[in-house]
């Protein structure tokens, strides 16, 4: 089956800092990747879609020079949180689409907890 | 405005069924998913139903009404390893993903 990698799992960092969040299609070519964040015990928050060698479109509210998403190639795409403030601490998970899947559904990447102090 | 409707936390016993119900207003259908997370976890995909009926799989089984905008998931033989937040999402005109808040499923012995 499709498996989506993500790296790291947990970050912890200092505010002000920068976090690069890194997203892995292993098996399958992704043209669209997405990136979601989850507070707790709440549902997904989809932050941004990501297409391979373009501008990802990103959610209203969601500051993109803040969450800067880069889909270099069709197996990568990168969040990077800049300056990164407390607020910011929450559970961040990307996705990917098989196309050539039976109902292209999203598979998950295993999810990064980034925790800033 | 788009929305998915699910109850927030449910309780049911090991070896017993347990029907989540979910319910949407989206612009547009292009079918309905649902994702089973276990806590700390990010979402695994369960069921997809584009088409009105039941889909079978195994202990789980899932089945849309596009006419009612209704879907439920159905649980059957409870196991404690089942226990977990069950995420109803569906897909709209353009093809993204609505999510529902989650059902979290507790069981109990």
């Known amino acids: 089956g499709a498996v989506v990698s993500q790296h790291p799992s947990r970050v912890i960092c200092k505010s002000g800092t920068s976090v690069k969040i890194e997203c892995r299609s292993l098996?399958?070519?992704?043209?669209?990747m997405f990136w979601y964040r989850q507070f707790p015990k709440q549902s997904l928050m989809l932050m941004a879609t990501?297409?391979?060698?373009?501008?990802?479109?990103?959610e209203q509210g969601v500051e993109k020079d803040k969450f800067l998403i880069n889909h270099a190639s069709l197996t990568l795409s990168t969040l990077t949180v800049t300056s990164a403030h407390p607020e910011d601490s929450s559970f961040y998970i990307c996705?990917?689409?098989?196309?050539?899947?039976?109902?292209?559904?999203?598979?998950f990447g295993p999810g990064t907890r980034l925790t800033v102090l | 405005g788009q929305n998915i409707d699910q109850p927030t936390e449910m309780t049911a016993t090991e070896g017993a069924i347990v029907q989540i119900n979910c319910t949407y207003q989206?612009?547009?259908?292009?079918?309905l998913f649902w994702y089973q997370q276990h806590a700390g976890e990010a979402p695994t995909f369960l069921s997809y139903?584009?088409l009105d009926g039941l889909e079978e799989k195994g202990r789980f089984s899932s089945f849309l009404s596009r006419s009612k905008g209704y879907s439920y998931l159905l649980l059957k033989e409870l196991q404690m390893k089942d226990s977990a937040s069950y995420l109803c999402?569906?897909?709209?005109?353009?093809?993204?993903?609505?999510w529902g808040a989650g059902t979290k499923l507790i069981i109990k012995p």
């Open positions: 996705s990917a689409v098989d196309g050539t899947s039976d109902y292209n559904e999203q598979f």
């Open positions: 098996d399958f070519q992704a043209t669209t």
């Open positions: 990501s297409n391979e060698g373009s501008k990802a479109t990103y």
């Open positions: 989206t612009s547009g259908f292009n079918g």
């Open positions: 139903n584009v």
């Open positions: 999402a569906v897909s709209d005109s353009n093809y993204q993903l609505i």
